[in-house]
Structures are given as C-alpha cells and as structure tokens.
C-alpha cells in the first residue's frame, strides 16, 4: 500500500526533536511525514496562506488564539515543553562568559559578527534585539549583526563564517542539532527567553488521526530524547 503523507508545520525550534522521532512515527503509523520548519512568523503565515497542515507547531499562546479562531482543535493541544535561548560559538572557538550582563555585553561587543534568526518573524530574533537594547549597545552591534530566516539557518551560518570572533544567539534546540556549533549556555537570568511549545491538530487536516498519534508520540517521549533536543518540562 502506498504510504500517504502528513503534512507538518512547526517552529524551527522543534526540528531536532521531530527529527529524532520521526522515523519511528513513519514506520508505526505506516505514513510519510512531510515537514517543514520556520521561524514562528513565517510558519504562521505559510498556514494562514493555505499550505496543507495536518499537525501544527508554533508556540502555546498562538495555538490557543488559534483554536479561539477555530482554526485548530482545542482539544488536541499539547505542550512539547520549554525551550530557552542561549548563545553559541563555533565548536573549536573558546567559550566567552555570559553568566551577568557585563559579560555578556562584552561578549557580544568583542564579536566581529553576530549570527541571529530573522529579527521580526522569529521568537528567538525579535528577542536577541531586545536584549541587545536592554544592554545598551543595540546601535553599535547594527552593523554586526548577520540575521538568517530562522535560527537554523543562522547557525549554519556561523559554524561557516571565516571570521575572527563570531557569535551567536537563538534557540537552544536550535544550537544543539547544528553541526559546527556549541553552545555557550543560556541568556543570564535578567534576560531569560523561555519559550513553550505545542503542537494541535488543525480544523481541517487530512488526517487528524495520524496527526493526533504524532503529538502523542512527540509529548511522551523519554525525557533523554527530549532533553538532548533542548526541551524542558513546560
């Protein structure tokens, strides 16, 4: 029998961890799983552009104004946990402190580059130029700054640059399924970003059964999976 498809849309952050769960999903549920990943704006938008959705991750505010919208069900909404932000290097550069904020913004002022996701559309991007305000040097870091669609992408980005001393700053989840790069640790308390996210099932999906077993397996997997996906307990 030929497989038939699920279509998935979920935030970059969760890549890791579809990834890591997928192939089992595929081979349990007898279905091919068609994903694709994106800052949180732009996955919103490709789903309120009428790409096919069966199961949908984007983080747990926006699924619940979603299903207010009756766009997913209420009902099939669950968290997948918390994602924090950190910073990152490549894997052979040292590891700057970022423990306070003044080594923080030492860290991010000595770096000739800052590698970051799509600074209006992606959670972590609109959040590390915030951050970069609150630390005062939001003006002086503008010319370093090296946005990417998502913070996939700007990782990759990163681990490829040439230059002399590179940084980076998105999600955990994102650092750590990226080769070439390695994270530093998370943001400092005062500038924590701690993101949950969920997956639903839409209004209208094709499968809404197969989608359904999806969210199961990606909300009950062991805690080691999840945790090396840089998940949390939401």
């Known amino acids: 029998m030929k497989a038939t498809t699920l279509h998935l849309l979920a935030a970059g952050a969760a890549k890791g961890l579809v990834q890591s769960l997928g192939g089992d999903f595929e081979r349990e549920a007898a279905v091919q799983l068609d994903a694709t990943f994106g800052a949180v704006g732009a996955i919103k938008a490709k789903l309120d552009a009428g790409a096919p959705c069966d199961a949908l991750i984007l983080t747990l505010p926006m699924l619940e104004r979603l299903a207010e919208a009756g766009t997913v069900e209420r009902d099939s909404i669950a968290a997948l946990g918390t994602v924090r932000t ?63 669609v998502n913070g996939a992408a700007a990782m990759a980005a990163l681990a490829r640059t040439t230059s002399a001393h590179p940084i980076g700053c998105t999600q955990v989840s994102e650092i750590l399924y990226t080769p070439g790069v390695g994270l530093v640790g998370m943001l400092p308390k005062a500038f924590e970003l701690a993101t949950v996210y969920a997956i639903a099932v839409t209004r209208h999906a094709a499968m809404p059964g197969q989608a359904r077993r999806l969210a199961a397996l990606l909300t009950t997997g062991s805690d080691s999976q999840r945790a090396a996906a840089g998940f949390e307990s939401a």
């Open 86 to 148: 950190g910073v990152a290097v490549r894997t052979d550069d040292p590891k700057p402190a970022i423990a306070t904020s003044d080594a923080l913004r030492e860290a991010f002022i000595r770096a000739d580059e800052l590698f970051l996701p799509d600074p209006v559309l992606a959670t972590a991007g609109i959040h590390c130029m915030k951050v970069l305000e609150q630390l005062g040097i939001g003006a002086e870091m503008a010319a370093k700054l090296r946005p990417h």
